[in-house]
């Protein structure tokens, strides 16, 4: 019995070790002020729908990342850091060089939002670049307030590609690492933040390994893959292939590998999640159009495009956005066959845009910050409470400018002016200087003038008046 106990023993022992340990992922560790890619489904940077009414928005929704707006360096180098005391945003600004005029006085211009409370723990700024030592640079500017720096290397755009960024960077690999070198070194490790950074698949497998093997091994915390190569287009269906090779090589150096390319909503991207073993999905274009799409099935779906675009707006007066992005999201919140798309699309004030959509309760701080934006003189019609200040003011400085007429002339020894009674007129009207009055003629010409004369005009039948049927 002993014996057989003993040797169970040792054939359970010897079977233990031959079977080996279970292989331990490694993983990029994610520095104290920043954050995990993994298990999240996020906001696309995008330019002009990422501004921080749009990424607020996206957060009540249940975004768990946002991405800013692609931002190029330069932009952010020189740029002043202050807080609004109205609304307690972060704002990044800068004079414009107001394109060498002189004529008009250059106003100063806020290239970068954030607000600190709602954002927080939750914003990755995302910065166009194609230079090591000016990356750093835009970098340090806003690296206390964000929990992330990503560098945009996918971007097809002309403005972005043209100067060797965005997609441009694809081509040039050692720049690109150097630029996510440097990054790490100089921005993450000081500010205890991430560096990550975006890229396009390559035409061939082969050169999208290559590539992501090096970017991987840079000390980056998360890559995102866009399903799509540089020359298409968002209409092209996108191509995931090589998802799961990316997937693989990011796991191996521990790194979160996030998607992004049509996905459609958080339920969608967690199923997708799971099919090609990627850690997040990024949603895009889906988020233009609702970004209740952010909410899962279980929590109550897509909302009605009215209920989101009631939060917008409020989010867009809370923030002060400026006026001409805010109506490029409503353009596509809207529904193109609603009326109320075409009314917000001619508005020309937030005033005007929530009276149009019957938002009766944000009127009075529409009204606000039309004021703040220099917005006022082009409302339609005053806000309510308004009207009648302005009509008895109006009529204030009417009585005031005639009573000072009168003292001026009276100062200066003329007789205050009265007005000279009416001449009589006749009942017919003014008499034209033709002799034969034209049956049919609605037009005068200019060289026909209208006097007046007192000859009285002899009466006509009146004309039969025309029968309906």
Known sequence: MIRTLRTAMTTLMNATAATPAPAVVPRVPIPPKGVDYRNKIVLAPMVRSGELPSRLLALKYGADLVWGPE??????IGAVRRVNPRNGTIEYTRMPSNGGRTDKAAKESVIYRIDPAREKGKLIFQMGTANPEMAVQAARVVAADVDGIDVNSGCPKPFSTSGGMGAALLRTPDLLVSILESLVKEVGEPFQIGISVKIRILAKPEETEALVSRLVKTGITGLTVHCRTTPMRPRERAIRDQLRMVAGICHNAGVACVMNGDVTSRDNGLALMAEYGVDGAMIATSAETNSSCFRSEADGGVAPWRDVVYEYMRFCLDSENRLGNTKYLLNMLIPGKNKEF??????????DICRGLKFDDLLPRAATVDELLGLKEKWLSAPPGQEEQSQTDSKSEAVKNAMES???????????????PSPAVHGGGPIRRISTPQAKSAKVDADQVL???????????????????
């Open 71 to 76: 931002t190029i360096d330069r932009s952010m």
């Open 342 to 351: 075409n009314q917000a699309k001619l508005a020309k004030t937030y005033l």
């Open 406 to 420: 009168e003292s001026a002339r009276a100062a200066g020894g003329g007789a205050a002016r009265t007005k000279a």
């Open 451 to 469: 006097v007046e004369s007192t000859i009285p005009v002899p009466e006509t039948q009146p004309q039969a008046q025309p029968q309906t049927a």
